[in-house]
């Protein structure tokens, strides 16, 4: 453990190395089964030695960040593991910016819909005026096919 390890965790390199505080521990409840189950996979695999994660870990200060771990078995000279090595960076802005970017989409998407019936509503309405100065059935007709498209769309 070294590097940026109490900038990114809350935590000191000393508190890692003393294990008074574990990777695992600090790793967010729910990705937790996520994460044991790849170091499981690693563990096991003989052929795939490496490894590329995103999860959360719960920052000293009770604050969740997100990191993404790339990790590698490190074989003894016999070719057992004997220990992993890897690197953790915050990206926390980077899932951050994803998730305004989604929710900006449905936002976009449920104002594009809201305009389309309004635009409906209007139209349907113009054909009622219509409908009532001229009494042309053909008018008449795409009024009420309007009516029932616009009906049907807000259901």
């Not at 070294?2 to 890692?16: A, D, L, P």
């Not at 980077?94 to 989409?105: D, P, Q, R």
């Amino acid at each position: 453990m070294h590097g940026q390890v109490k900038e990114i965790t809350g935590y000191s390199e000393e508190e890692f190395l003393l294990r008074r505080v574990s990777w695992v521990g600090i790793i967010h409840p729910e990705d937790l089964p996520l994460v044991l189950k790849d170091i499981e996979d690693i563990r096991v695999s003989s052929y795939n030695l490496s490894r590329e994660l995103d999860f959360r870990i719960m920052h000293k200060s009770g604050k969740i960040i997100w990191v993404h771990q790339s990790y590698q078995k490190v074989q003894r000279k016999d070719g057992r593991p004997d220990k992993y090595q890897g690197t953790a960076y915050d990206i926390t802005e980077k899932k951050e910016a994803e998730k305004a970017l989604e929710n900006l989409e449905i936002a976009r998407k449920k104002e594009t819909h809201h305009r389309i019936k309004n635009n409906l509503q209007v139209i349907s309405s113009l054909l009622d005026l219509q409908a009532e100065k001229f009494r042309n059935r053909k008018t008449i007709k795409a009024s009420e096919v309007l009516e029932a498209s616009g009906k049907a769309r807000t259901e």
